[in-house]
């Protein structure tokens, strides 16, 4: 049974055309991530909420935003997509900080810009 | 700050090849050690993990060593299979890094029958 769940598989939206991503857990787990990667490289963590708690990296650009509404779920909110912004979305869980405990990801969005 | 590398992809076999992966780390402290599989055009998969040094991860005929005093912790397994063709990733983690995951550039395997 998956426990990480994004939907869409494939998304595809135009060019400044806002767009929202949504990850569901059934873990329980107290954080959850989002990840950016392009053509099978490293993903590139771009934000993460501890409960409640939005921890942005430094380097992520403020087209992208977050919401967590509860445990449950996570959003991922790309106010005006750009050509460059054409990647696979991964959300990822774990209890608590990644540390020695498992990380479980979903099988990720995979956004086309168009 | 904390890195990891791995050896360059793709790394190509025949089916029952033996296969290592290499991976080296740098970090300050004692981190824990992952190896992720990301099968194609799907999400990633932890493989296994060691969090000291000695432990062996092990997991689907993968095994892979912590050893601090090389700084390493290679991927291996005795006989591939078509359907381990994937990209691997090694990962660590630690207090330095704030707990989060600090990612190898990702190998990729293509094992033909």
């Known amino acids: 049974d998956a426990m990480v769940i994004q939907n869409p598989r494939y998304q595809v939206t135009q060019f400044g055309k806002p767009v929202t991503l949504s990850c569901s857990q059934t873990?329980?787990?107290?954080?959850m991530y989002w990840y950016q990667q392009k053509s099978s490289q490293a993903p590139k963590l771009l934000f993460h909420?501890?409960?409640?708690?939005?921890?942005n990296e430094a380097d992520t650009p403020d087209n992208f935003q977050s919401r967590r509404p509860n445990t449950s779920f996570c959003f991922l909110d790309i106010r005006s997509p750009g050509l460059g912004d054409a990647a696979m979305y991964l959300c990822?869980?774990?209890?608590?900080?990644?540390?020695?405990?498992?990380?479980?990801f979903g099988q990720g969005t995979r956004l086309t810009v168009v | 700050g904390d890195s990891v590398t791995q050896m360059e992809g793709p790394v190509t076999l025949s089916e029952e090849a033996f296969l290592t992966i290499n991976c080296t780390y740098t970090?300050?402290?004692?981190?824990?050690l992952f190896w992720y599989v990301q099968y194609p055009g799907e999400g990633l998969q932890l493989l296994l993990k060691?969090?000291?040094a000695d432990d062996k991860g092990s997991n689907k005929g993968f095994e892979a060593t912590y050893r601090k005093e090389t700084t390493s912790f290679h991927l291996e397994k005795g006989s591939v299979q078509v359907s381990d063709s994937a990209v691997y990733f090694c990962?660590?983690?630690?207090?330095?890094?704030?707990?989060?995951?600090?990612w190898g550039a990702g190998t990729k395997l293509i094992i033909k029958p």
């Open positions: 970090a300050t402290g004692y981190p824990s």
């Open positions: 990822a869980t774990s209890r608590d900080g990644f540390g020695s405990t498992e990380a479980f």
């Open positions: 873990l329980n787990h107290n954080v």
């Open positions: 909420y501890y409960d409640k708690d939005f921890n």
């Open positions: 990962a660590l983690s630690d207090h330095d890094s704030n707990y989060q995951l600090i």
């Open positions: 060691a969090t000291k």
